[in-house]
């Protein structure tokens, strides 16, 4: 869904799986245990970094006034990544979100997000997405 508006490059992580399985983050290799972290850090931007996504003021039931972060995360990879590569940097980036959900779901309704989940509890899940939105942007193989 293009709204018009332009997506500041800071808002953006770029994340690309090379012909080899390299992983790349903003250029730097990096593991793949080091996705899920990394992740985490650029949604969470909590010391206000400028080269880090920037955060719009919404109003969120249960929590009130929230700075939510206009993150999107860039997922490519070459002709030649393995599907199973791919596949796992992918889960690493669903992860990164999981975790802030539960963490932020525990916080305030002293259970995970997971279990809101089962126990059909639809609005609270709704305004935990709304704080942790999950973008993943699958750009198609070079």
Not at 82 to 97: D, K, W
Request: hydrophobic share 35%; with cysteine; glycine share 2%.
């Amino acid at each position: 869904q293009n709204t018009g508006a332009e997506i500041l490059r800071r808002n953006v992580l770029e994340v690309w799986v090379n012909a080899d399985d390299q992983i790349m983050i903003e250029g730097q290799l990096v593991t793949i245990d080091q996705v899920t972290q990394i992740t985490r850090d650029f949604i969470l931007n909590q010391n206000e970094d400028i080269n880090l996504p920037e955060k719009k003021l919404k109003i969120v039931p249960y929590f009130g006034d929230v700075m939510v972060s206009k993150q999107v995360i860039s997922l490519q990879n070459d002709t030649e990544t393995s599907y199973r590569m791919y596949i796992r940097v992918q889960n690493e980036l669903v992860r990164a979100y999981s975790e802030l959900r539960d963490e932020l779901s525990y916080k305030k309704f002293g259970r995970t997000f997971e279990e809101l989940k089962k126990a059909n509890r639809k609005n609270e899940c709704q305004a935990i997405k709304m704080i942790y939105p999950q973008r993943i942007s699958e750009a198609l193989p070079n």
